[in-house]
């Protein structure tokens, strides 16, 4: 890194400098219309398709995941399964434990484009990571992490804030 560059990025906020590589990652690689070329689904719709093959891999998915995972209302969350249903990506079954709960399961249409789903995260991985040693990458991800959970506690707290505001 160039001494100009250097001081330009050590001036920069975090806030920013994680913004600009969100949206960079958005744009260039982090698509999943990259890996999704079916006109099938619309941009939310394969970000959601995404999470659910993913998340699925390794716990069951429900409704209230994709809408806390998006940050989405439950009216959107169903109006976006109920296509995603209808095109034949996933389908709903009642949960094991509780009838009332629907699963979330993806079809064998689904789950034919996970491949290139985990392919593309895998190349985007590497990509990300080129150049920089191991530990630079460990330290980055605990500091991001913990970032994320200083955020959460912000809300909390206003969110706490703001109620005592209401009464």
């Not at 806390?68 to 169903?78: D, H, P």
């Not at 985007?124 to 994320?148: Q, Y």
Request: charge should be positive.
């Amino acid at each position: 890194m160039g001494e100009e560059s250097k001081i330009k990025v050590e001036d920069m906020h975090m806030g920013r400098l994680i913004g600009i590589l969100s949206h960079q990652m958005v744009r260039n690689r982090n698509n999943p219309s990259v890996v999704m070329e079916s006109d099938e689904l619309t941009a939310m719709q394969k970000h959601v398709l995404k999470f659910i093959l993913l998340e699925t891999l390794h716990s069951d998915i429900y409704q209230k995941d994709i809408e806390e995972e998006f940050q989405i209302r439950k009216s959107t969350a169903t109006g976006i399964l109920q296509l995603m249903e209808k095109k034949g990506f996933i389908y709903r079954e009642c949960a094991k434990q509780d009838g009332r709960l629907k699963r979330i399961v993806p079809t064998d249409k689904a789950k034919d484009i996970l491949p290139a789903i985990l392919e593309h995260i895998d190349e985007t991985e590497r990509c990300l990571e080129k150049g920089i040693p191991r530990e630079d990458v460990a330290l980055c991800k605990r500091v991001l992490w913990m970032m994320h959970r200083n955020l959460e506690e912000l809300q909390r707290k206003q969110g706490c804030d703001s109620k005592k505001r209401e009464k």
